[in-house]
């Protein structure tokens, strides 16, 4: 497998709208209660040939960056690492200080990758995911490992001391 990394386009907005339906089961995702639609945000796609195989999005607020999701379809192939580098020199080049994510209390793989990769726990928002529910009633009440999905966790990294 050959992994091309390119910049997501206006054009990609219709794909990323369905490749989120397939994998978050919805065309937006909702973190502390904001609703973050494909066309609001930067990105980058993970390319075999022609195949979405992975994908990241983040938005800029001042100096900051907040990654909105991320998604490999090959796991533990190096596409993951390869799509969150991206997005850290992205918000280094933009002069953020800090780039941040939530992730929610079952997804303990994200919560292992991420602090392996210089990510630090900030805060649990308790509760958070039940509030994003009302909004996407799609979000099982139970995740992953059959684990209770309920609350937001929020990581950052900060980029300059
Ligand atoms: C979290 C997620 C993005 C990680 O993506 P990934 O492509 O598996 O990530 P990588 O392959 O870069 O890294 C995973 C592991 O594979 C290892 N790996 C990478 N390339 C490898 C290779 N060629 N051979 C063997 N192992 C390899 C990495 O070292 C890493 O292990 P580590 O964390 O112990 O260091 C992915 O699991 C995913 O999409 N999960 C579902 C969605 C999700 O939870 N998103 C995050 C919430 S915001």
Known sequence: MTVDVRRLTQDDLPRLRQFWKENWGAEFVVAHGV???PD?????????DDEWIGGITYR?????CEIISLDSLHEGQGIGT????KAIEEARAKGCQRISLITTNDNLNALGFY?????ELVAVHRGAVNESRRIKPSIPLIGNDGIALRDEIELEMKLIN
């Open 35 to 37: 609703v973050y639609r």
């Open 40 to 48: 609001h945000l930067e990105g980058f796609i993970a390319l075999d």
């Open 60 to 64: 800029f607020s001042e100096s900051e």
């Open 82 to 85: 390869l799509l969150v580098n």
């Open 115 to 119: 602090q392996k990769r210089g990510f």
